[in-house]
C-alpha cells in the first residue's frame, strides 16, 4: 500500500525555522515526483514545491521562494521541505504528495505549522 | 503565473441530482488538469487526471471534459459521500507549477 506520512511540524516562533520530513513506502520512491501543497485554516489548496525523481530539478511557488527549500533522499525513501523565515502567512497543514509530474495521486494526511509569537 | 477560477463557489444539490462544476484557465493548459475531491479534515483524494481520465477507483459518476482554458466536472448523480469540497489543478509544463482553483463546495440543498 502507498503510504506518506508527514512529521516535522509545531509551533514556531515568526522568523524561526523549521524542517518538514515525508516517510514514503509502497512505491519505488525515486521514480516520481513529489510535492509539497499547504491548506491554511479555512483556506483553499496551495502549492508550495516540486521535486523530480532524481532530485535534479526543484520548483517553487512565488510565495515561498528564497525561503524554503525542497530536497529528498531517496536511500531513505523522504522528502524534506526545509522552511526558513517563518512568517504568520505560513501557518497551514503542510501535505507532501506523490507525483507523476503533472498531478497529485497520492496525499499523506498532512503536519501542522503554526507561526506565532 | 496562471490563474484558475471555479464556478459556483458553492452548490447546493440534492441526492440524485446531477451536478456540474467549472473550472476556467487564464491562458491554455491544454489538458494538463485534474479535479480533487476533499472532505472536512481529510487530505484531497484525486478523481480526474489529463482532463477527463478517471482515477482507479472512482466511481464512474464523476466524469470530466474540457481542455485549453474551460474544464468541468460532473457528478451524474449525487451520492451521499460526494458532499464535499472540489478542487481544480493545472500544471504548467514550462514552469513547472501547480495552481489549485479557489475551491466548490458542494452542500446539502
Known amino acids: 500500500e502507498v503510504q506518506l506520512l508527514e512529521s516535522g511540524g509545531g509551533l514556531v516562533q515568526p522568523g524561526g525555522s523549521l524542517r518538514l520530513s515525508c516517510a514514503a513506502s509502497?512505491?519505488?520512491?525515486?521514480?516520481?515526483?513529489m510535492s509539497w501543497v499547504r491548506q491554511a485554516p479555512g483556506k483553499g489548496l496551495e502549492w508550495v514545491s516540486s521535486?523530480?525523481?532524481?532530485?535534479?530539478?526543484?520548483y517553487y511557488a512565488d510565495s515561498v521562494k528564497g525561503h524554503f527549500t525542497i530536497s529528498r533522499d531517496n536511500s531513505k525513501n523522504t522528502l524534506y521541505l526545509q522552511m526558513i523565515s517563518l512568517r504568520a502567512e505560513d501557518t497551514a497543514l503542510y501535505y507532501c504528495a506523490k507525483g507523476p509530474r503533472w498531478y497529485m495521486d497520492v496525499w499523506g494526511k498532512g503536519t501542522t505549522v503554526t507561526v506565532s509569537s | 503565473d496562471i490563474q484558475m477560477t471555479q464556478s459556483p463557489s458553492t452548490l447546493s444539490a440534492s441526492v440524485g441530482d446531477r451536478v456540474t462544476i467549472t473550472c476556467r484557465a487564464s491562458q491554455s493548459v491544454r489538458s494538463w488538469l485534474a479535479w480533487y475531491q476533499q472532505k472536512p479534515g481529510k487530505a484531497p483524494k484525486l478523481l480526474i487526471y489529463d482532463a477527463s481520465r478517471l482515477e482507479s477507483g472512482v466511481p464512474s459518476r464523476f466524469s470530466g471534459s474540457g481542455s485549453g482554458t474551460e474544464f468541468t466536472l460532473t457528478i451524474s448523480s449525487l451520492q451521499p459521500d460526494d458532499f464535499a469540497t472540489y478542487y481544480c489543478?493545472?500544471?504548467?509544463?514550462?514552469?513547472?507549477?501547480?495552481?489549485f482553483g479557489p475551491g466548490t463546495k458542494v452542500d446539502v440543498k
Open positions: 521535486i523530480s525523481g532524481s532530485g535534479g530539478s526543484t
Open positions: 509502497g512505491f519505488t520512491f525515486s521514480n516520481y515526483a
Open positions: 489543478q493545472q500544471y504548467n509544463s514550462y514552469s513547472g507549477a501547480f495552481t
